[in-house]
């Protein structure tokens, strides 16, 4: 068990709708990470947030979106969802200092059919 | 953009045997990582590296990061059945940068 906890672990919904990705990182992590996992794609970094603010931005789509919110938790919203979103989504956190050193949740399955 | 390679994307091999995965990049990095994700899991972190030339264990696992500070190679000493899975190795450049993932390779261990 990493700490870090996502929800929910599967979710199936059809095109163009929106979702919500919610995931609390482990006790006393400030930073939150979030990572798509396709099949052809691998990991691919989509955004960081530290404390409430963006921190850094990788290949999200402007159709998603993120936030962290005061208790640190963070949200990551896919809205007009096609069949390509369809991937693992993994939300990760770090300890201050352990640069590189990320701690996965166990990720959110999201089918678009 | 920084890019890091690994392959091949899949390898086979027998229970009890070693294996070596490398992970090159056209780009200079100063911490390398391993990360080894199970099937339905989120990756865990293995091995970090830091120094150029540092060569760390981790039970039956051992990392290097190479001297160019472009290349790492992760190995697997007496493979067992648990050792399948995807192989992730990352890498971080310098201050504010982002951590930059392989696309894996996927471990089979025949028994």
């Known amino acids: 068990d990493s700490g870090v906890t996502q929800t929910p672990k599967h979710l199936i919904t059809a095109t163009g709708q929106r979702v919500t990705l919610r995931c609390s990182p482990r006790?006393?992590?400030?930073?939150v990470y979030w990572y798509q996992q396709s099949l052809d794609q691998g990991l691919q970094f989509l955004i960081q947030?530290?404390?409430?603010?963006?921190?850094a931005k990788g290949n999200i789509l402007e159709r998603f979106s993120a936030q962290q919110f005061p208790d640190l938790h963070s949200e990551l919203n896919l809205s007009s969802l096609e069949l390509g979103d369809s991937a693992l989504y993994f939300c990760?956190?770090?300890?201050?200092?352990?640069?590189?050193?990320?701690?996965f949740g166990e990720g959110s399955r999201l089918t678009v059919l | 953009g920084q890019q890091l390679n690994q392959s091949p994307q899949s390898m086979f091999i027998q229970e009890g045997e070693d294996v070596s995965m490398n992970c090159t990049s056209s780009?200079?990095?100063?911490?390398w990582l391993w990360y080894k994700q199970d099937p339905g899991e989120g990756p865990v972190l293995l091995i970090a590296?830091?120094?150029?030339?540092e060569l760390t264990s981790n039970g039956r696992l051992t990392a290097q990061f190479g001297i160019t500070r472009k290349d790492s190679f992760l190995n697997i000493s007496a493979s067992i059945p648990s050792d399948v899975g995807i192989y992730f190795c990352?890498?971080?450049?310098?201050?504010?940068?982002?951590?930059?993932f392989g696309k894996g390779i996927t471990l089979s261990v025949r028994p």
């Open positions: 990760a956190s770090r300890t201050i200092g352990a640069a590189g050193e990320l701690f």
């Open positions: 006790s006393g992590d400030l930073s």
């Open positions: 947030y530290y404390n409430g603010e963006e921190r």
């Open positions: 780009s200079i990095f100063n911490t």
């Open positions: 590296l830091y120094k150029a030339g």
């Open positions: 990352a890498g971080l450049g310098g201050a504010n940068s982002k951590l930059t």
